[in-house]
T-cell receptor, first 111, second 116 residues
Framework: GQNIDQPTEMTATEGAIVQINCTYQ??????LFWYQQHAGEAPTFLSY????GLEEKGRFSSFLSRSKGYSYLLLKELQMKDSASYLC????????????FGAGTRLAVHP | GAVVSQHPSWVICKSGTSVKIECRSL??????MFWYRQFPKQSLMLMAT?????????EQGVEKDKFLINHASLTLSTLTVTSAHPEDSSFYIC????????????FGQGTRLTVV
């Protein structure tokens, strides 16, 4: 089966840095995505990693280690609007390139 | 980025009736679309993969006779919840990709279904 694990909830302070971890065990791997989702809305794309290493995009960075089945999303200079759920998703190889999601991490940013 | 439009945004229906949800890719052709279901405070659970011109591929545990999927064209997929029951109340969301591996999935706005 497919297994993608993330912490359920995290809290952080405005202006701080937070790291959201994701571990996965899947039958096939063709990249890992991070999405942000506000309550009642569709997920929006944040990052994509297919090779090991760090991808930086403004205040957001994402890291991948394929050998460890591990990724993290790093959010810097946190803002109140960053309060949302962050979804880790694995692109399965073969077939239709299905995207399988972890349970998501609800991040609450406090003043 | 590419746009995926989902309609309706919300719907309330009576038990036993059927509800159709549409998912359209507005500015790209999507050979494959995906249908997800999301319960409150939970993640997206993949229900099925919708394939243009052929039968949908359902995930284990998803009743294909209850959740009918039709991918009529390269820009339209529909999900019909048949004989809806209160336990079918959920947030249904579709996604599509403009390309192959590595391209981000664009999501529709989602449909909040409430069965009373």
């Amino acid at each position: 089966g497919q297994n993608i694990d993330q912490p359920t909830e995290m809290t952080a302070t405005e202006g701080a840095i937070v790291q959201i971890n994701c571990t996965y065990q899947t039958s096939g791997f063709n990249g890992l995505f991070w999405y942000q989702q506000h309550a009642g809305e569709a997920p929006t794309f944040l990052s994509y990693n297919v090779l090991d290493g760090l991808e930086e995009k403004g205040r957001f960075s994402s890291f991948l280690s394929r050998s460890k089945g591990y990724s993290y999303l790093l959010l810097k200079e946190l803002q109140m609007k960053d309060s949302a759920s962050y979804l880790c998703a694995v692109n399965l190889s073969g077939g239709y390139n299905k995207l399988i999601f972890g349970a998501g991490t609800r991040l609450a940013v406090h003043p | 980025g590419a746009v995926v439009s989902q309609h309706p945004s919300w719907v309330i229906c009576k038990s036993g009736t059927s509800v159709k949800i549409e998912c359209r890719s507005l500015d790209f052709q999507a050979t494959t679309m995906f249908w997800y279901r999301q319960f409150p405070k939970q993640s997206l659970m993949l229900m099925a993969t919708s394939n243009e011109g052929s039968k949908a591929t359902y995930e284990q545990g998803v009743e294909k006779d209850k959740f009918l999927i039709n991918h009529a064209s390269l820009t339209l997929s529909t999900l019909t919840v048949t004989s809806a029951h209160p336990e079918d109340s959920s947030f249904y969301i579709c996604s599509a990709r403009d390309g192959s591996v590595g391209t981000e999935a664009f999501f529709g706005q989602g449909t909040r279904l409430t069965v009373v």
